[in-house]
């Protein structure tokens, strides 16, 4: 598993199969925003989004959708605020703005964001 300055420093891409994302780091979850949905809720009974942290890797499964490609199109992104596991969550520098691109061929596109770029906090 690669950390998330190893993602963003190499343009590590990630995955995207139909409703589920596969990212190459493992993080908390802090603000998932995709379209005009806004998630925080990431427990068990979560109805928004389920997380699954595998060996190697991080399963997203957006429940409210089918097909993320038909839902997100190729000028939107995925935008998420992250902290990297193993860091301090509490400390707000450690907090993460990505952006994340569906490209063509299941890839996904892993951006930082700028960090005066406003995130419906």
Known sequence: ??????????????????????????????????????????SL????????????????YFLEY??????ISKYEAIKMVIVEKG???????NHIKLSLYLEKKHKVKIEECDHDIIFLE
Do not use: W
């Open 1 to 42: 598993m690669y950390t998330i300055e190893e993602v963003l420093k190499n343009d590590i891409h990630g995955l995207c199969y139909q409703n589920r994302l596969i990212l190459p780091f493992a993080a908390h979850f802090l603000k998932i925003i995709v379209n005009k949905d806004i998630i925080t809720d990431f």
């Open 45 to 60: 009974n979560s109805k928004g989004v389920f997380i699954r942290e595998i060996e190697d890797f991080t399963d997203l």
């Open 66 to 71: 089918k097909d993320l490609n038909d839902s």
């Open 87 to 93: 860091k301090d969550i509490f400390d707000f520098d």
